[in-house]
Nanobody, 124 residues
Framework: QVQLVESGGGLVQPGDSLKLSCGVSGSTFSNYAMAWFRQAPGKVREFVAGINPGGTNTYYAGSVEGRVSISRDSAANTVYLRLNSLKPEDTAVYYC?????????????????WGQGIQVTVSS
C-alpha cells in the first residue's frame, strides 16, 4: 500500500521560509516523478513544483518560480518543498503526489497517489 505523508506546515509571517517534507512508503520511490500541488480556499488544486525520478530535472509554476525549490532524497524516500519569501497568497493546503510515470507533469490526473495535505498559512 502506497502512502504519502506530508509534514512541516504551519503558521508563518510574510517573508518567512518553510520546508515541507513528504515521506513515501510502499512504493519504489526512485521509479516515479513526484510533485507538490496546493489548494487555496475556494480555488482549484494547482501544480506548484515537480521533480523527475533522478532529481536532476525540476519544474515550477510561474507563480512561485524563484521562491520555491523542490528536491528529493532517495535514501530517505522523501521529497521536499522549500518555500521562501512567503506571501499571504501562498496560504493553502499543500499536497505531495506520485506521478504515474517519470515525467513530473502539471496535470492532476497524471498522479495516482496523494498525501492527505498539510496547511500552510501566511499571515501577520
Amino acid at each position: 500500500q502506497v502512502q504519502l505523508v506530508e509534514s512541516g506546515g504551519g503558521l508563518v509571517q510574510p517573508g518567512d521560509s518553510l520546508k515541507l517534507s513528504c515521506g513515501v512508503s510502499g512504493s519504489t520511490f526512485s521509479n516515479y516523478a513526484m510533485a507538490w500541488f496546493r489548494q487555496a480556499p475556494g480555488k482549484v488544486r494547482e501544480f506548484v513544483a515537480g521533480i523527475n525520478p533522478g532529481g536532476t530535472n525540476t519544474y515550477y509554476a510561474g507563480s512561485v518560480e524563484g521562491r520555491v525549490s523542490i528536491s528529493r532524497d532517495s535514501a530517505a524516500n522523501t521529497v521536499y518543498l522549500r518555500l521562501n519569501s512567503l506571501k499571504p497568497e501562498d496560504t493553502a493546503v499543500y499536497y505531495c503526489a506520485r506521478n504515474r510515470g517519470v515525467l513530473p507533469t502539471n496535470r492532476l490526473t497524471d498522479y495516482d497517489y496523494w498525501g492527505q495535505g498539510i496547511q500552510v498559512t501566511v499571515s501577520s
